[in-house]
């Protein structure tokens, strides 16, 4: 890279909300480039092979809701197979005196799940840009204002790039952790941002893979809820028809020590019988150790009221600055869709503020 190596816009980070913003600004015709800190692109959209060609195991985020449209119609203009979240059969609850049966569903509400898994939505982003769009293993160190160009100048251990525009699409509080902003960003945007939690960042996703999905035949749902962990809920994450057959859970990142895999298989036997004793494989997604999702404070961060908060919807640094995650979104934050809106906002932010220089420049020459 050189001093040269300028774009109209630079998006950091290529999850949903970046890849998002990517694609709707490439539509519009403006020069964009996706830097992405990690080797791979989705951020908390992160599916794992299996033995199962095309099914790949989500260690992130799952499913999608009604109501969710972005992410459906993207599913569907992508052509990316998406099926209905098992939920016939019983749910358990795991107390200190013994496991309880209880009737019907109690947990999950219905849902849809990605075939191929949910990172098969960011590739279908990722697909409609041009080659050379992406750039990963590039984390962003700093960023400031380039007072020659009156654009905004970002620092990579690769080289330094300018834009006209930057989406920051990642965590707040992580993009205020790693990126150098100086003394840019005011201060209550400063504050709001380290503050800011980050979504499913202080847990940990297990996923235990079986032959079968054996609970079914017992009539279960695959659901249960615990009372005492490790594991707090359980859900079916068996792939379209039961195939590959996994539960999932999620724990408290802070109760994974030694010995916690062992204590999970435990959990499970102790709720679903002997055949969930012997999985196949398990794996724990430890996301509060993810360099590139959690801060070092993620632990502390609990005001989810912060979640869209008036302060991410108005570019800062001469309207220059736009912040894109799903922390930022108004509506469905958290989620997938959250992800996407946010994307979308700051791609419309960044197009009017380029309709209105051009405004400008007619009404200046007339
Ligand atoms: C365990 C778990 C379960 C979940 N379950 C669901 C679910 O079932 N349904 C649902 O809708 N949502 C779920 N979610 C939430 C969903 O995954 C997120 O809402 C969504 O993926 C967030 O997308 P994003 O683009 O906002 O952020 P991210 O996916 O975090 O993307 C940020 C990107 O920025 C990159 N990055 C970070 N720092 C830098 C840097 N300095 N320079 C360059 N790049 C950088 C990261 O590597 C990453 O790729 C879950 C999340 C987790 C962790």
């Known amino acids: 890279m050189s001093h040269l190596d300028t774009h109209d816009v630079l998006v950091i980070g290529a999850g949903a909300s970046g890849l998002a913003a990517a694609t709707a600004l490439h539509a519009a015709g403006r020069d964009t480039v996706v830097l992405e800190a990690r080797d791979r692109i989705g951020g908390r959209l992160h599916s794992a092979a ?6 790949g195991l989500d260690l992130g985020a799952t ?15 992508s052509d990316v197979e998406t099926f209905d979240q098992h939920l016939a059969g019983d749910t358990l609850l795991q107390e200190t005196t013994g496991v309880r049966r209880l009737a019907g569903n109690l947990i999950d509400a219905p849902s849809r799940r990605f075939a191929a898994g949910a990172q098969s939505i960011t590739a279908a982003l990722a697909a409609e840009l041009p080659t050379g769009t992406l750039r990963l293993n590039t984390p962003v ?12 100048t970002v620092l990579t251990p690769a080289g330094t790039l300018h834009a006209e525009h930057v989406v920051l699409a990642l965590p707040p509080a992580l993009a205020l952790e790693r990126i150098d902003f100086g003394d840019a960003l005011p201060a ?52 379209p028809g039961g195939k590959p057959a996994a539960l999932f859970g999620f724990a408290h990142a802070r109760t994974v020590r030694p010995g916690f895999e062992q204590a999970v298989t435990t959990q499970l036997t102790r709720l679903f019988g002997p055949a969930a004793a012997t999985p196949t494989a398990v794996h724990v997604q430890d996301w509060s150790g993810e360099r590139w999702t959690s801060p070092s404070t993620v632990q502390h961060l609990a005001d989810y009221s912060l979640f869209g908060h008036r302060l991410y919807q108005r570019p800062v640094l ?17 989620h997938i ?3 996407l809106a946010a994307g979308e906002r700051a791609a419309r932010a960044v197009l009017a503020a380029a309709a209105d220089v051009a405004d400008g420049l007619r009404a200046a020459s007339r």
């Open 50 to 55: 299996t033995a199962h060609p095309e099914r």
């Open 141 to 152: 160190t700093a960023l400031h204002p380039d007072r020659q160009t009156g654009g905004l």
């Open 337 to 339: 869709e959250g992800a």
């Open 63 to 77: 499913w999608f809701w009604d109501g969710e449209e972005r992410v459906r119609s993207l599913a569907a203009r």
């Open 188 to 239: 209550d945007l400063v504050r709001l941002a380290q503050s800011t939690p980050v979504w499913m960042g202080a847990v940990a996703k297990v996923v235990a893979h079986y032959p079968t999905a054996f609970w079914r035949e017992e009539g279960l749902a695959g659901a249960a809820f615990s009372r005492t962990g490790p594991l707090q809920e359980i859900h079916d994450m068996s792939g």
């Open 318 to 334: 001469d309207g220059r600055l736009h912040w894109a995650s799903t922390e930022t979104a108004t509506d469905h934050a958290g």
